[in-house]
């Protein structure tokens, strides 16, 4: 039996199953939820346990009562907008997308139109994941407004589910190239900084010394330019502005980073050098092993002969 949107269900827990967490009881249950549906559900306090509010890490006991309500489905009031977007792959369960600079993932204050939310709900109408809430249909990960490049929409559940785990267990990959400041050193290494906000300026995030969540980029210099460097970051963690608070740790900000690096604006480039090059996946459904590339923009190739260099192999 599958969840139905608008019930409640209430499940016994059987003696069998005593000891066992919350999450992993109702994932094996005949509901079918998948284990994001669980914890949503739960954040929203759609589930109880004998009447009470509890985590997904509640172990349960013979006899408690599991109490499971599936609200109506939100009505989706954000309008489909006729954007172009370059579509790298598509099939029924995945989308990648190459995500030109300028635009936000999807919709928030101000910015109610023209995100790629609109724009993915004209391409791929009501076929996108829901997990991800009615503002962010198909959203597994995000890229900051200005960086371009590569990202992954889920356009099921299943599917959702899939990428949002192996983010998780680091089974997908994403590597980025950006255009930095001076020359790391050594020219490839670990970065191991935790990322939290700022401590004065909220808005911002900062490399802590204590707090914060574990992020871990690996990075390689792969051409010296005049005064920068060209480099590559694979992230082993996805934290938020990761490879800008990462290269700015080590006193290479990212080129025209106008949040983490300064004098900005003696570059052709009117952002920040930053693009998601690389993904590897695991389909979904296949199983298969996927790779993607998306060449560099036209700016940052600018960017790379302006300063010596040649962005040929990177696009």
């Not at 109506?72 to 995945?94: C, Q, R």
């Not at 590897?280 to 199983?287: D, G, S």
């Amino acid at each position: 039996m599958k969840e139905s949107e608008g019930s409640a269900s209430a499940l016994t827990v059987p003696a069998g199953n005593s000891g066992e967490r919350l999450d992993k009881f109702l994932a094996s249950s005949e509901l079918g939820l998948s284990r994001s549906r669980i914890q949503k559900l739960l954040e929203d306090g759609h589930i109880t346990v004998n009447g009470a509010s509890v985590r997904s890490s509640q172990k349960l006991k013979e006899g408690d009562t599991v109490e499971v309500i599936i609200p109506p489905p939100e009505s989706l009031d954000i309008e489909a907008e006729d954007i172009a977007i370059d579509i790298v792959y598509e099939d029924k369960d995945i989308a990648i997308i190459n995500k030109p600079a300028g635009m936000v993932v999807h919709p928030s204050a101000g910015h109610s139109s023209g995100t790629l939310v609109h724009a993915l709900l004209k391409h791929f109408g009501d076929t996108l994941s829901t997990i991800g809430g009615v503002i962010r249909p198909g959203i597994v990960h995000r890229l900051d407004k200005d960086t371009t490049g590569l990202i992954a929409v889920a356009k099921n559940d299943t599917a959702h589910e899939s990428l949002t785990e192996q983010l998780a267990d680091r089974t997908m990959s994403r590597t980025y190239l950006a255009v930095v400041k001076g020359e790391p050193r050594p020219k490839q290494g670990l970065i191991e900084a935790n990322i939290g906000r700022h401590r004065y300026q909220r808005k911002k995030m900062a490399a802590l010394k204590v707090g914060g969540r574990e992020a871990v980029s690996k990075y390689r210099v792969l051409q010296g330019l005049k005064n920068a460097s060209v480099v590559e970051v694979k992230l082993v963690t996805g934290r938020t502005h990761q490879v800008r608070v990462h290269m700015q740790s080590i006193n290479c900000p990212v080129v025209g980073d106008p949040v983490y690096s300064r004098g900005v604006g003696k570059y052709s480039i009117k952002r920040q050098a930053l693009h998601a090059w690389k993904m590897k996946l695991i389909h979904p459904r296949t199983e298969e092993k996927m790779e993607f590339t998306a060449v560099i923009p036209d700016d940052m190739a600018k960017l790379i002969l302006e300063m010596g260099g040649d962005p040929s192999g990177y696009r």
